[in-house]
């Protein structure tokens, strides 16, 4: 299977929202509510953000929020601040055999 | 708070062995699913498959030829062998947990290790 679809990249302005998608298909995205947010800075471990779609982990800012619609998830991130500027990238259950897939990233860039 | 750390060769020979381990602290290692996760430089991610402590294991199928995951539950640590490598495995390999009872998603991860395939 292919990875997930992300935008290459994104950018906003301090105090905006920005809204990062992810395709997948009726396989993966569209069949279960299990997909997660990594927050990736550079040279540092991948950050759990957001899972099973719309859920924080314990210390995540409530300005991150997660959705789905159909074979597409979103991540929105408002009131932007300079430390959010960072790769993301989204996660999907896809089943027993493959059992996930990530997308292939996307560069947030604070202006 | 769980904390994972990653050792390991940082150059493998075409054709040979990578061999990982990941070192678990804070916790058990006998609850959770333990993961490895790769990242080729300047790509996205790859799930390559997990172990529950009880032994039993789960690969991205495009790998499971050539993966191996092990446990040792006396050291709380846990490993990667992947065999006949290419340069396209070159790779930051990241250990992490998937908490039992939960479908998906990977948390905390350890800080990742770069192996380069190179002759």
């Known amino acids: 299977q292919s990875a997930l679809t992300q935008p290459r990249s994104v950018s906003g302005s301090p105090g905006q929202s920005v809204t990062i998608s992810c395709t997948g298909t009726s396989s993966d995205v569209g069949a279960y509510n299990y997909v997660s947010w990594y927050q990736q800075h550079p040279g540092q471990a991948p950050k759990l953000m957001i899972y099973d779609v719309s859920k924080r982990p314990s210390g995540v800012p409530d300005r991150f929020s997660g959705s789905k619609s159909g074979n597409t998830a979103s991540l929105t991130i408002s009131g932007l601040q300079a430390e959010d500027e960072a790769d993301y990238y989204c996660?999907?259950?896809?089943?027993?055999?493959?059992?996930?897939?990530f997308g292939g990233g996307t560069k947030l860039t604070v202006l | 708070q769980v904390q994972l750390q990653e050792s390991g060769p940082g150059l493998v020979k075409p054709s040979e062995t990578l061999s990982l381990t990941c070192s678990v602290s804070g916790g058990s290692i006998s609850s959770s699913f333990w993961c490895w996760i790769r990242q080729p430089p300047g790509k996205g991610l790859e799930w390559i498959g997990f172990?529950?402590?009880?032994?039993?294991?789960d690969y991205n199928p495009s790998l499971k030829s050539r993966v191996t995951i092990s446990v040792d539950t006396s050291k709380n640590q846990f490993s990667l062998k992947l065999s006949s490598v290419t340069v396209a495995d070159t790779a930051v390999y990241y250990c992490?947990?998937?908490?039992?009872?939960?479908?998906?998603?990977?948390?905390?991860w350890g800080q990742g290790t770069l192996v380069t395939v190179s002759s």
């Open positions: 172990i529950y402590h009880t032994g039993s294991t």
């Open positions: 992490a947990r998937r908490p039992s009872g939960t479908t998906g998603w990977f948390d905390p």
């Open positions: 996660c999907s259950y896809a089943g027993s055999y493959t059992y996930v897939l």
